[in-house]
């Protein structure tokens, strides 16, 4: 071994990986065994990742002798990834979605995207802490709680930085370096956010390029899985691995034209010089004066590198306005559909259940309360009043939001500020999102939920559906002129 393994994967990125092991320098084994050991000493200090796989090492041996055998799968081969604690694994790893109700449930099959990042070689290293039942079980838990796991703390300062989104732990380890990279899935800002806090990159992809089959539900119509990377390039890898065509998920059927499977090719570092991208200030305006700084300097990054600014843009439609109608109808169809499949063993087998379980194990169970899922049980829609209100609570966002602003001004993206006001109108429609480190704010401010802002900031890319090569060509071409990414120096 010519390379000090525990110095060498604190930043290298999924290339650089691959020729190392191509060249023997080192090996799968080598590297989740790397993993393991720093999972072992610093995610104590961070929870981000819930459990490993005690197979990883065994798993990544056979990929050694196969790539010694019969060649290299691809740009994943023996590469750990962490998935998501709400992804489904057939394998000795639990899928729980944070809550102590599915501590020991095991899924009966791979989710699509497990599955094929097993076809193409990854070694599924273990799950990742997250926001318990994806942040939909109560108005007030807090970002990256669960009663699973505990609180996942941002290693760029543990217990004082905010991490945002249920994907927190993914980004967490991530950045932390306890895996190469991860997957994480998103509703409305579960993905980009944590990726922008924790000086990451993370794509939300269009709802339908990437199959939600085995993935614990909250939306049909929004939910998505996701890459988490400490790079453009790495996530574009991770993409094009996981996407895909998906008999039993409908979602995926009007997208086979629009799915690349390398989506490398979109990396284009002179791109910005030809991009038309739009500043809406609305989601500006409550910045503090750092941030608000930060994305600034993004603007001035646009135009020096040649790109068309176009400042402001109104998108004339409110911020948030989620229907919780229509969220609680999809939350208690799909998650009462995904429980009643688990296993006769375990405790529970609807959302019914779930609550009374909760209730009777609330000194560990309860500690936020559970007051959405109650709603959700408590929800009366039929299929007819859900179909509905769904088409009412999309129609403004189609005829006065994404579309229409970039068709307004011959856009190909909007820039967005890292946080999560500005993502909803992209989840209510599935559309896509990327985000990129832009900053680090030294000072920052308390959010409403007394959360700490400051840290690592990401500036959001934002597009039509299926404009994913765009919105890569544009992260990729902001990310190679600024390279503002640092590490979070755990270890």
């Given at each position: 071994?010519s390379?000090?393994?525990?110095?060498?994967?604190?930043?290298?990125?999924?290339?650089?990986?691959?020729k190392?092991?191509?060249?023997?320098?080192?090996?799968?084994?080598?590297?989740?065994?790397?993993?393991?050991?720093?999972?072992?000493?610093?995610?104590?200090?961070?929870?981000?990742v819930?459990?490993?796989?005690?197979?990883?090492?065994?798993?990544?041996?056979n990929?050694?002798?196969?790539?010694?055998k019969?060649?290299?799968?691809?740009?994943?081969?023996?590469?750990?990834?962490?998935?998501?604690?709400n992804?489904?694994?057939?394998?000795?790893?639990?899928?729980?979605?944070?809550?102590?109700?599915?501590?020991?449930?095991?899924?009966?099959?791979?989710?699509?995207?497990?599955a094929?990042?097993?076809?193409?070689g990854?070694?599924?290293?273990?799950?990742?802490?997250?926001?318990?039942?994806s942040n939909?079980?109560?108005?007030?838990?807090p970002?990256?709680?669960?009663?699973?796991?505990?609180?996942?703390?941002?290693?760029?300062?543990?217990?004082?930085?905010?991490?945002?989104?249920?994907?927190?732990?993914?980004?967490?380890?991530?950045?932390?370096?306890?895996?190469?990279?991860?997957?994480?899935?998103?509703?409305?800002?579960?993905?980009?956010?944590?990726?922008?806090?924790?000086?990451?990159?993370?794509?939300?992809?269009?709802?339908?390029?990437?199959?939600?089959?085995?993935?614990?539900?909250?939306?049909?119509?929004?939910?998505?899985?996701?890459?988490?990377?400490?790079?453009?390039?790495?996530?574009?890898?991770?993409?094009?691995?996981?996407?895909?065509?998906?008999?039993?998920?409908?979602?995926?059927?009007?997208?086979?034209?629009?799915?690349?499977?390398?989506?490398?090719?979109?990396?284009?570092?002179?791109?910005?010089?030809?991009?038309r991208?739009?500043?809406?200030?609305?989601?500006?305006?409550?910045?503090?004066?750092?941030?608000?700084?930060?994305?600034?300097?993004?603007?001035?990054?646009?135009?020096?590198?040649?790109?068309?600014?176009?400042?402001?843009?109104?998108?004339?439609?409110?911020?948030?306005?989620?229907?919780?109608?229509?969220?609680?109808?999809?939350?208690?169809?799909?998650?009462?559909?995904?429980?009643s499949?688990?296993?006769?063993?375990?405790p529970?087998?609807?959302?019914?259940?779930?609550?009374a379980?909760?209730q009777?194990?609330?000194?560990?169970?309860?500690?936020?309360g559970?007051?959405?899922?109650i709603?959700?049980?408590?929800?009366a829609?039929?299929?007819?009043?859900?179909?509905?209100?769904?088409?009412?609570?999309?129609?403004?966002?189609?005829?006065?939001?994404?579309d229409?602003v970039?068709?307004?001004?011959?856009?190909?993206?909007?820039?967005?500020?890292?946080?999560?006001?500005?993502?909803?109108?992209?989840?209510?429609?599935?559309?896509?999102?990327?985000?990129?480190?832009?900053?680090?704010?030294?000072?920052?401010?308390?959010?409403?939920?007394?959360?700490?802002?400051?840290?690592?900031?990401?500036?959001?890319?934002?597009?039509?559906a299926?404009?994913?090569?765009?919105?890569?060509?544009?992260?990729?071409?902001?990310?190679?002129a600024?390279?503002f990414?640092?590490?979070?120096?755990?270890?």
């Open positions: 071994m390379i000090n393994l525990q110095d060498w994967i604190q930043e290298a990125d999924l290339a650089n990986m691959q190392a092991m191509t060249t023997g320098e080192c090996t799968s084994e080598a590297l989740v065994l790397a993993y393991i050991e720093r999972i072992h000493k610093y995610n104590p200090l961070i929870n981000a819930l459990e490993i796989n005690p197979d990883a090492l065994e798993i990544a041996r990929l050694d002798l196969e790539r010694n019969t060649g290299c799968r691809g740009p994943l081969h023996g590469i750990p990834i962490l998935l998501k604690d992804i489904d694994t057939h394998d000795r790893l639990h899928t729980s979605a944070g809550s102590i109700a599915l501590a020991e449930s095991f899924a009966p099959e791979d989710a699509f995207v497990a094929k990042l097993r076809a193409a990854a070694v599924l290293l273990g799950k990742a802490n997250m926001t318990e039942w939909f079980m109560s108005n007030r838990m970002a990256g709680y669960s009663s699973r796991g505990g609180y996942v703390l941002n290693p760029y300062g543990p217990g004082k930085l905010f991490v945002s989104g249920s994907s927190s732990g993914s980004a967490a380890a991530v950045a932390a370096n306890l895996a190469a990279a991860a997957i994480g899935t998103e509703t409305a800002g579960s993905i980009i956010g944590p990726a922008s806090q924790h000086f990451l990159v993370g794509i939300k992809p269009t709802v339908g390029l990437a199959s939600r089959r085995g993935i614990i539900p909250i939306s049909i119509s929004q939910d998505t899985p996701g890459p988490i990377s400490k790079t453009v390039t790495d996530a574009a890898i991770l993409l094009g691995a996981i996407v895909g065509l998906d008999e039993n998920d409908r979602a995926t059927w009007t997208s086979p034209h629009r799915i690349f499977h390398d989506y490398t090719t979109y990396l284009d570092r002179d791109f910005l010089h030809k991009a991208i739009g500043i809406p200030r609305q989601y500006y305006r409550s910045l503090d004066e750092e941030r608000l700084s930060i994305m600034e300097s993004a603007i001035h990054v646009l135009r020096e590198q040649g790109a068309t600014v176009i400042d402001p843009v109104d998108l004339h439609m409110e911020q948030h306005s989620w229907n919780n109608d229509v969220i609680c109808y999809e939350f208690k169809t799909g998650l009462n559909r995904y429980l499949k688990l296993n006769s063993d375990m529970v087998h609807s959302l019914q259940d779930l609550i379980y909760n009777k194990h609330a000194a560990s169970a309860l500690k936020f559970q007051d959405n899922l709603r959700s049980e408590q929800n829609l039929n299929e007819a009043t859900y179909q509905l209100k769904r088409q009412e609570y999309n129609h403004p966002a189609v005829t006065q939001g994404i229409y970039l068709d307004q001004h011959g856009l190909d993206a909007l820039m967005l500020p890292g946080d999560i006001d500005g993502m909803y109108i992209a989840a209510r429609l599935g559309y896509p999102l990327i985000t990129v480190p832009a900053g680090y704010s030294a000072k920052g401010t308390i959010d409403a939920d007394g959360d700490s802002t400051q840290g690592p900031f990401g500036v959001v890319f934002s597009g039509k299926f404009s994913e090569p765009t919105l890569i060509r544009i992260a990729y071409s902001f990310e190679q600024t390279l990414r640092r590490s979070s120096h755990m270890g």
